[in-house]
């Protein structure tokens, strides 16, 4: 067998199913676990091995299936399996993308998310001296799983449950469905497969006996039962999501970042989060997400798209939007919102206030009830805010409106108009007093509340 360090690799993942189970006009394979397609998943594991090519699989809801792939690959190959005559049927499909391809083809599922890359990884490592590599799982329940049935270190051949015999069903090393194999020997035992099985379907478990037949040495790395967790129903993805979390949270942990109540906290499969961040119960983070180290979420925030800089402090009940960039030692506080904004080192917008497509300058500090009125119905209009502001609690910022450095506006102001620098603008009717009027008003109305009940 050839050095495989040396060899290219191509992803092949089968993601044709329909997923009656999951009761769903959307195909299983988009359903999301942490933020991210089922899909997603399997093809960012594989993408741990650079492969040279990936084929996507694709059946039911096939054009969503596609468009969904190459929004994270722009460059992966999506294939139509149109009937469903099984695995290796379905394997078979992405021979002619990978026609002149030569090199080991890894074949994954679009509804098993968890494969870790190191696992891929040992089976590109155990391909150097085996035709075939499989992996497997020791199964608490082994139930209706294929079985891997060894010879030594050699695995004779896979039996799915329906076809096992008595012996066979004793067997608790069970198949994951996961292949490795060179390329033109993998279409070449395809070719081979037939459908004299109980399901009359192409099993691509077959492969491995045929290999076996030519006197070719077959393999089977080892895996926890974990990573081979498949989505069939919407239990399964409340499963696949608790699994994603417990092992994030651990992974956070180890990391440096205090979890405060750990099983409250919700990751997407893309947070970042720095050593020495302190999150509080009941956080919850939407995908791209970047938490530098020092910062403190408190408690009951939602973030999604954001960045939050060194030492800044966010929440408790805090919304950070897709565009929000906090810099160092910025505080965002209670019932806030900022959406695409970009808030300056030392700034301060604690209560109360939306933020959205604005910039605010160092050390300003924006008053509880501040709203920048930044979209007329049709299009979105920029605040700039300068450096050391003040905005009075209460104020409307009209966008477009540019606040200068050092200036101040008074509480209750509606900001239609540019304030210069170190000015302060007072945009208010001017208060006036009517003596013993609020008296005489309510008298009157409650006489005619008292009539009204006489009639």
């Given amino acids: 067998m050839s050095d495989s360090n040396f060899t290219a690799t191509a992803l092949v993942i089968l993601a044709a199913g329909q997923g009656t189970r999951m009761k769903s006009d959307l195909p299983k394979v988009l359903h999301k676990v942490a933020g991210a397609p089922l899909l997603h998943h399997a093809m960012m594991s594989g993408a741990s091995l650079a492969p040279e090519r990936t084929v996507i699989v694709a059946g039911h809801g096939a054009e969503e299936v596609q468009d969904s792939a190459r929004e994270l690959d722009p460059e992966a190959t999506a294939v139509v399996q149109e009937d469903r005559l099984g695995t290796a049927h379905a394997t078979d499909q992405a021979r002619g993308a990978l026609e002149g391809f030569e090199g080991n083809v890894i074949v994954l599922y679009g509804d098993t998310p968890f494969i870790k890359p190191e696992t891929l990884e040992r089976m590109i490592a155990a391909r150097g001296t085996n035709a075939v ?39 608790t090393f069970c198949n994951s469905g996961v292949i490795c194999a060179d390329s033109k020997l993998l279409f070449e035992l395809i070719s081979e497969v037939g459908n004299d099985n109980a399901s009359e379907e192409y099993y691509l478990t077959d492969v491995v006996g045929l290999a076996r037949a030519r006197g070719l040495p077959v393999a089977a790395v080892r895996c926890d039962e974990e990573e081979t967790l498949g989505v069939n129903s919407r239990a399964d993805l409340a499963a696949a999501e608790a699994t994603f979390q417990a092992r994030r949270r651990a992974e956070a942990l180890a990391e440096g970042v205090t979890l405060q109540a750990p099983d409250t906290v919700w990751f997407s499969h893309d947070t970042v989060i720095g050593r020495d961040a302190v999150i509080e119960p009941n956080v919850y983070f939407g995908p791209e997400v970047t938490i530098e180290t020092g910062a403190h979420i408190r408690a009951f925030s939602h973030l999604e798209g954001c960045h939050v800089s060194r030492g800044a402090i966010v929440g ?21 919102e900022i959406k695409n904004a970009q808030v300056a080192e030392g700034a301060k917008v604690n209560h109360l206030t939306y933020i959205g497509d604005a910039t605010i300058g160092e ?45 101040m506006t008074a509480t209750g102001s509606v900001i239609s108009s540019d304030v210069p620098a170190g000015a302060l603008a007072v945009a208010r009717a001017r208060q006036e007093n009517k003596p013993g009027f609020a008296i005489r008003f309510m008298e009157r109305l409650r006489a005619l509340k008292q009539k009204k009940s006489k009639e």
């Fill in 363 to 407: 050390h300003s500090n924006i008053g509880a009830g501040t709203i920048t009125c930044n979209y007329d119905g049709v299009f979105k209009h920029h605040t700039e805010i300068g450096a050391r502001v003040f905005i009075g609690s209460d104020t409307m910022l009209i966008a477009p409106v540019k606040i200068g450095d050092d200036a």
């Fill in 316 to 336: 408790p009940y805090a919304r950070l939007r897709p565009g929000a960039e906090l810099a160092e030692d910025v505080h965002v506080g209670n019932f806030v």
């Fill in 133 to 171: 590599v499989v992996l497997g799982f020791e199964a608490a329940d082994p139930g209706r799983y294929g079985r891997l049935a060894m010879s030594g270190e050699m695995l004779e051949k896979i039996v799915e449950f329906k076809d096992a015999k008595d012996e066979e069903k004793a067997i």
